[in-house]
């Protein structure tokens, strides 16, 4: 029984040794690269067609995969360069294949980042491409002697490669904590004195009247990413000079075409929110960026939330949505390339790609052809029983894919919130378009075409009911603590619950009561006679402290509720 036994031992030894040797000739070689080549191919189609579902679905299991899909693609890509580089013979699909590859290293608009950390690495990400550029140049250069003719190609498809790592460099940058504070600069200096450029007596929550909230400044991506002058500190100051290149929330307001109307093309206020929205987002990066406003910008700003977003009875359902796409626009700005692509004169740049990508693609089926028809001894290629390359059915596969990922990355595009909020400003700019029935027509259409923003459900630990939960010692323990988030004992989320209309009708009745500001919960011990005894409880340390108070305290409550 032993000798058998190790008879299969050698026996699988054997099999992993030929299978080995096989992989290191050319035609293993080529097979890998062929492999890995479609693998990235599909990971990029993956990762643009999911990207923006992690906002919306706040899957464990979808976060894994995008996880993994993001990290491998990187490591694959290197990996098959290296083979290309390595291999003992030629193939004039190589460079096209290994432009591609960086190509799709920076494809996914949805999906620039995985966490706030990937942002930080803005610089290690640029010379990681500035590497991997190199390698292909040299692989070109290679190939050029005897493919004249692909020169045309290689040009085309490095503009291509050149705009796509340009964005997502600059999108990494822009969201990094350095960059976040040059970017938002010219926003916190505008807001700082935004409450004088108009007489507070006239200031009008509902028509916006005096609310010159920005929504859009004609800057350019440079100064945006870098700011205006590189000699500003922190500490100076340079007020934004509000002409008409500068859109507002009042100017937005007051637009006088139909389709902003309030009486006519624009009935429930939804097309005007969006701008409303991202002028909000605006502040809202302040917070993240560490500037601080004047205590008459709060001040307004309150006065907005009370008497003009939670005005109407139904104004929770305004509230809430006013609340989500600010907060669409807030994540799209740290994870995806959405607010480099729509910065101006970025569109152009886009309109450019598109162009070089279909003239490319249409050259790449001629060279195809030629190669199909013309072939060289010395050439490794896998050949089916018809007479076809496998080679060229890898690259009409990846042409294939590549087109799909950008006409799905146009649509999601064409229809996100910064498209919508970028038509609603020149329609308020150009009076031309004001009187054009067929152009409001067709921005009324992208503004109203909605996908769920967020996935609407409400995500809690319960401290109680978790403590005796521990965790699996097999996925977590002092090996894959290196590999794996540590989940500590009693560190388990509750079910998801969906946010039912009742709990916003709760949260804007108490909004609306509020008269000044806010005062972490006391107002509301002294409207149930209960302050003197629990008051204690709203002024601990930490805000961490009088979070677990409370919520403990509401565990003990829903426990003693006798089932009915």
Known sequence: MRGRGMEKVNQRVTNANVVLKTLQTPEGMLAQIELFVGLVAFLLLFLAGCGSLRRRHNNPMLQVVLWA????SGYLITYTFGLMHESPFSNPLFPLWATFLMIFLG????????SLEDNEQWKKYAWQHMVRFVGLLVLWTSYL???????VVFLLYFIVMLLKANERALSLMTASASGLQRTTKWVADHMSSEHQLSNPCETDPVTMNGYKYVVRAKQTGFEKSFGEVAGLTQNSTKSLEVNEDVITTEKVWACKGQLLNSSEGDLDGKLKDICLSYALYLLLLL?????SLPEEAHEKAWLLIREGILQKENGYERAFRVAEVELTFLHDFFYTNYPIIFQAGRLQLKVMEFSC????????VIFMVRNTTKREDDVVQFVTSNGLSVDVLVTTVILMVFTCVELVQLFLMAISEWAKVTLLCKYVQKGSWQESRRIEKLIGQICRTHLKPWGRNLRQCALLESYHYSPSRFLYNSFTIAFLDVVRRGQRQRAPVRLSPEVKKAVFRSLRNRIGKLENGQASLRLNNVSDELSWACMLETQTQVIMVWHIATSFLEHEVPVS
């Open 69 to 72: 899909a993001y990290t491998l």
């Open 287 to 291: 917070r993240f960026s560490g500037y």
């Open 357 to 364: 990508l279909i003239i490319g693609t249409m050259l790449t």
């Open 107 to 114: 494809s996914s608009n949805s999906f620039s980042a995985y």
């Open 145 to 151: 002697t005897t493919l004249p003719l692909t020169l």
